[in-house]
């Protein structure tokens, strides 16, 4: 059993190789190298800017990498939080998140289950259509989803400046339909036939059924939603103009000239917090499935 | 055995009426209701709806409107091929092309290589191997802003700034870094690259994994040492995710907008100027008024060369693995 699993897990080294000190001895110094870089790339930036963060601003201009040579300075947070109006923009991050998450969820789930499950005669056509906007890039979209967020259809009136001119395009997303449609495809067919012979409807065959059955896509497509949100930029600028409703990543580069350094570092830390903490908490799913998102979005 | 046999007359049966209703369905309306057609509409419409609305409905618009002049006053009249033209005898638009050339050159030469050998490396990891990939991973999901913002900030020109007492430390002279033409555009690429390497680690680590280990196994039997192995063995595997991470990276520099709008807005002397950052000037920064028939032109052109590339390069690496 064990002598299995090593030969499956077995990379390009042996381990009759591995057991050589010619082999070991540079390989793992190498490795010790490569976790030192990682450190001092990945993690210590991040660090740094939480150095930084209640870290006086004549303190961080004049000797950056000095660790609180003259203290620290919790002040800042609250500043930030308060009187540069982080906390409203964190507020309206988390609006802007979750109502792009529901959007995108409902959207996701209800199509993929027609395209996937119910597969009415014109479901081809559609995923061809679904499919097909993968290949075009978003910057093909901007001026006309612009104009029709001025103008749109049925509504009468503009949706600049409400979060609904971000959530409702957020829901077009080719990719969690792809993602979810794949997962649907691959459930068991017997349990549908099963649960319709017991007499379930389409409605009840989704909600009962389909959805239970379906929740680690839910749980990918869930955090990559959230966490696209909370990186967009451009399109948030374009159509939140409102101060009183723009999410951090839109406001904080605007704070920049008018807020003092060390208060405005602290305000990037709290925006980073959010992402880091939901990727160090669901990490499994971040790494299996942050290789797809990456891949499709290109 | 006997429990099979009870089944399978009650699978025929319900699956039986199926071809029934697929052909009735085309003929009746009320068949179609009767056989769960408006349950399946009701169940594909938010997708149709916010497809239609926001994606499929604007690229159309974006190919009529690159053909048109709009000023949201008076109605948009056909141009013909104005648009194209003024994209292309406007100075900027050079400028711009090769802007973005020169960073998908610098992006491909810091960020193509990194990634996947540092993939090797991490996939021979015996201990700690999460660690690795969160460390690796952790700068993707720094916001992009956050982080070119930070990077902005530790770029400082002056010889206190982050990366100047780095250098200091080292022996190096303080760098202009986003301030001189000459050195802004490395110094994108290097936030690029840092903020986007981990999620190629990652595609890459997943590929390397899907390895079958017998072929580790034979090549040994044929005396490979590790090097070998590598060549003969990892890189030739890996050879299709390769591919595509390759075109990929192409299609997504040709792409970048947040790097040079934020560092340094196009500057210096429009020496970070890219083609995206030029379609949002021509659309949401012109002092005449939006000039979205031009930003449309430029985006649907930037779709064309895309589409155009990948296929092109799609056809040439099939003939390439044919051999």
């Known amino acids: ?128 259509l679904v499919l097909g906007t993968l290949f075009v890039p978003s910057v093909v979209l901007l001026v006309p989803l612009y104009l029709t967020i001025l103008h749109p259809p049925l509504v009468g009136h503009s949706l600049i400046n409400t979060f609904w001119a971000v959530w409702l395009p957020a829901g077009a997303s080719a990719f969690n339909v792809l993602l979810v449609t794949r997962f649907f495809d691959n459930l068991p067919r017997e349990i549908f036939e099963a649960a319709r012979t017991d007499g379930a409807g389409s409605f009840r065959l989704f909600w009962s059924v389909v959805l239970p059955m379906s929740k ?72 299996r499935g942050g290789g797809l998102d990456g891949a499709v979005k290109g | 055995m006997t429990a099979l046999d009870t089944r399978v007359p009650d699978q025929a049966l319900g699956t039986l009426p199926r071809p029934v209703r697929r052909v009735a369905v085309a003929r009746s309306p009320r068949t179609w209701l009767k056989g769960g057609g408006l349950g399946n509409l009701v169940f594909m419409l938010p997708m149709l709806l916010i497809f239609g609305v926001f994606s499929w409905s604007p690229i159309v618009q974006a190919i009529v409107m690159s053909f048109q002049k709009t000023n949201l006053v008076t109605p948009a009249t056909f141009v013909g091929f104005d648009n194209f033209v003024h994209v292309f005898q406007d100075p900027q638009f050079l400028t711009a092309v090769v802007n973005t ?17 540092v993939a090797v490396l991490m996939s021979e990891v015996r201990r700690l191997k999460g660690l690795f990939s969160v460390l690796a991973y952790l700068p993707v999901v720094v916001p992009p802003v956050v982080a070119v913002l ?27 870094w986003i301030q001189s033409a000459a050195t802004a555009m490395p110094s994108l690429v290097l936030e690029a690259t840092w903020a986007g390497a981990g999620g190629t680690i990652i595609i890459y680590l997943a590929a390397l994994s899907a390895v079958a280990p017998e072929l580790y196994d034979a090549a040994e039997m044929d005396g490979a040492g590790i090097w070998k192995k590598i060549w003969h063995v990892t890189l030739p595997q890996l050879r299709g995710i390769l591919l595509v991470t390759f075109i990929l990276q192409i299609i997504g520099t040709a792409q970048v907008f947040l790097e040079p709008f934020l560092f340094t807005d196009g500057g210096p002397v429009n020496s970070t100027l890219s083609v995206l950052l030029l379609i949002y000037r021509y659309a949401f920064q012109s002092s005449l008024g939006g000039n979205y028939g031009a930003a449309t032109a430029l985006s649907v052109l930037l779709a064309l060369v895309l589409a155009i590339l990948s296929l092109v390069y799609f056809r040439m690496t099939r003939s390439w693995s044919d051999n």
Request: no cysteine; glycine share 6%.
């Open chain 2, 101 to 117: 050339g020169y960073f998908a050159v610098l992006a491909l030469l810091f960020g193509y290589p990194i990634p996947l050998v």
């Open chain 1, 1 to 128: 059993m064990s002598k299995a699993d090593q030969a499956l897990d077995r990379g390009v080294v042996s381990a009759y190789e591995w057991k050589r000190k010619r082999v070991r001895l540079p390989l793992s110094f190498t490795h010790l190298l490569l976790l030192i870089l990682l450190v001092v790339v990945g993690l210590l930036p991040l660090l740094w800017l939480g150095k930084a963060a209640i870290t006086p601003t004549q303190d961080t201009l004049r000797m950056p990498m000095a660790i609180f040579p003259h203290g620290v300075d919790w002040e800042n947070l609250a500043t930030a939080w308060n009187t540069v109006g982080i906390g409203t923009q964190f507020v309206n991050t988390l609006w802007v998140a979750l109502g792009s998450w529901l959007v995108q969820l409902v959207v996701a789930t209800t199509g993929g289950y027609a395209l996937s499950v119910l597969r009415p005669r014109y479901g081809r056509l559609v995923n061809a």
């Open chain 2, 150 to 176: 930070l990077w902005k900030f530790f770029y400082d020109a002056s010889p206190t700034g982050v990366f100047n007492t780095i250098l200091d430390w080292v022996g190096i002279a303080p760098q202009p």
């Open chain 1, 216 to 287: 680690p896509i839910l749980g990918v497509v869930s955090v990559f939603a959230i966490i696209n949100a909370w990186k967009d930029y451009l399109w948030p600028m374009l159509v939140l103009k409102d101060k009183a409703i723009q999410p951090l990543s839109v406001r904080l580069p605007e704070i920049q000239s008018q807020t003092q350094l060390d208060v405005y570092l602290a305000g990037l830390a709290i925006s980073i917090l959010i992402p880091v903490a939901l990727f160090l908490v669901f990490q499994g799913m971040f790494l």
